[in-house]
């Protein structure tokens, strides 16, 4: 019995320790290593890596979620007569909610889990302690720029997501089951508004972006050098990731509908 | 020649990403880039606007010829103002045009619809519709059709 209860403190000051360890490792890398750092070079090659080549699921996923959003809208509304609002419900959809959430699911999910292998395989290799002994700063020259360059790529990657969505929601609407093209274009763009729903998007996207980085370097940066612990790194990043982005989308959605 | 493409690849992504926004502003949400003065302001007086919205249409003759800039509450005439932008290609409304608020089908949204007048003059920046018809609300239709009902037995 009081096993239970040592066992149940141990996980409690563990994740706190833990929340303060990621805490410390965002506070220090976040901010650039000074002018004419190495850094930049980097981050571009990290965009290309992490953005660059998400950009094929992105898109594929996109635009299937666009015309299945497309196909079943359809059938919904063809009951009320209204099909007419089947471009607003599509763009709504995908630029309040799927657009960041699903771009930022698929990111964590192809671009997060890599992050994480690549620093953890860093410190069970132990290149980051090498550069320590160089007396290069591993959090300036390794962590930074992977985080900016995730924080930069997933609003881009959201935006994509939501575009060719609606274009795929159009293809089925308007070319599969003759939708007339005018109802679809017009009647969405008299209901939505740019601040409100496109900037609102691009806001969850960055939190989210910035969360998912966030959660992967740190479990890479903080996982136990071995390949097993690689292995439990990556899969909490994955796991870690997807729970935060659901549950922050239900938050920013509440502060910024200000219904709750 | 590797770096030189990533760096490539990586500027294309950032200009998709920009592509991907000026179509969201313009095509998706419908933000037009019109300079001011191609258009000019009427305002109208309405009982109930019963639903009508900013950025709503108005149309003459089922044509769309503008849109609903602004609604506000006058206090005086506990009427609502609404002002609305008319394309300057349309100047030529004569001044008794009258306005009313209609519905696209039963269930759609509210419009503006302008019912041109007889005069010869026309009408220019700022200027009142005088002639306003309400929002039918469904609620008052029934109720009245109810009383009547009553009345006749």
């Given at each position: 019995m009081l096993k239970y209860v040592r066992d149940l403190g141990k996980t409690g000051v563990e994740s706190i320790q833990s929340i303060g360890r990621a805490g410390?490792?965002?506070?220090?890398?976040?901010?650039?290593?000074?002018?004419?750092?190495?850094?930049?070079?980097?981050?571009?090659?990290?965009?290309?890596?992490?953005?660059?080549?998400?950009?094929?699921?992105?898109?594929?996923?996109?635009?299937?979620?666009?015309?299945?959003?497309?196909l079943q809208g359809y059938n919904i509304l063809i009951k009320f007569?209204?099909?007419?609002?089947?471009?607003?419900?599509?763009?709504?959809?995908?630029?309040?909610?799927?657009?960041?959430?699903?771009?930022?699911?698929?990111?964590?999910?192809?671009?997060?889990?890599?992050?994480?292998?690549?620093?953890?395989?860093?410190?069970?290799t132990e290149q980051l302690s090498a550069m320590e002994m160089m007396g290069v700063d591993p959090l300036k020259r390794v962590i930074t720029p992977r985080l900016w360059a995730g924080m930069i790529s997933v609003p881009i990657l959201a935006l994509l997501f939501s575009t060719v969505g609606i274009w795929g929601g159009a293809f089925v609407a308007v070319d599969m089951l003759g939708l007339y093209d005018g109802a679809y274009w017009s009647n969405m763009a008299n209901t939505v508004e740019f601040y409100d729903d496109?900037?609102?998007?691009?806001?969850?996207a960055?939190?989210?972006?910035?969360?998912?980085?966030?959660?992967?370097?740190?479990?890479?940066?903080?996982?136990?050098?071995?390949?097993?612990?690689?292995?439990?790194?990556?899969?909490?990043?994955?796991?870690i990731s997807s729970l935060a982005i659901l549950g922050l989308d239900f938050i920013l959605t509440a502060v910024m509908l200000g219904g709750v | 020649?590797?770096?030189?493409?990533?760096?490539?690849?990586?500027?294309?992504?950032?200009?998709?990403?920009?592509?991907?926004?000026?179509?969201?502003?313009?095509?998706?949400?419908?933000l037009s880039m019109d300079a001011a003065g191609e258009t000019y302001t009427i305002?109208?007086?309405?009982?109930?606007?019963?639903?009508?919205?900013?950025?709503?249409?108005?149309?003459?003759?089922?044509?769309?010829i503008g849109r609903v800039t602004n609604i506000s509450l006058d206090e005086e005439w506990y009427a609502a103002v609404v002002e609305m932008e008319i394309d300057k290609s349309m100047s030529t409304l004569p001044i008794d045009t009258s306005a009313s608020i209609l519905t696209a089908g039963l269930l759609g949204e509210k419009y503006i619809g302008l019912s041109v007048g007889a005069e010869i003059d026309y009408m220019t920046d700022g200027d009142w519709v005088q002639d306003t018809q309400s929002a039918i609300v469904l609620e008052e239709l029934i109720s009245r059709f109810l009383f009547s009902q009553a009345e006749g037995e």
């Open positions: 410390m490792l965002f506070g220090q890398s976040v901010t650039w290593g000074g002018p004419g750092s190495a850094g930049f070079l980097d981050l571009i090659k990290q965009i290309h890596s992490v953005g660059v080549r998400s950009l094929s699921i992105i898109i594929v996923a996109g635009f299937f979620v666009g015309m299945v959003l497309a007569g209204s099909v007419s609002a089947l471009g607003t419900m599509v763009s709504l959809t995908l630029l309040r909610e799927l657009g960041p959430v699903l771009a930022a699911l698929l990111f964590a999910g192809r671009a997060g889990s890599a992050l994480t292998a690549e620093i953890g395989l860093m410190k069970a496109v900037v609102q998007g691009l806001i969850k960055a939190v989210f972006g910035v969360v998912v980085t966030w959660i992967a370097v740190y479990q890479g940066y903080d996982a136990a050098p071995t390949s097993e612990g690689i292995g439990k790194a990556t899969t909490q990043t994955v796991v | 020649m590797r770096m030189r493409n990533i760096e490539l690849m990586v500027g294309g992504f950032m200009v998709m990403g920009i592509i991907a926004l000026v179509l969201m502003a313009l095509r998706v949400s419908g305002k109208a007086r309405f009982e109930n606007l019963g639903g009508l919205t900013d950025r709503a249409k108005v149309s003459l003759a089922g044509v769309t």
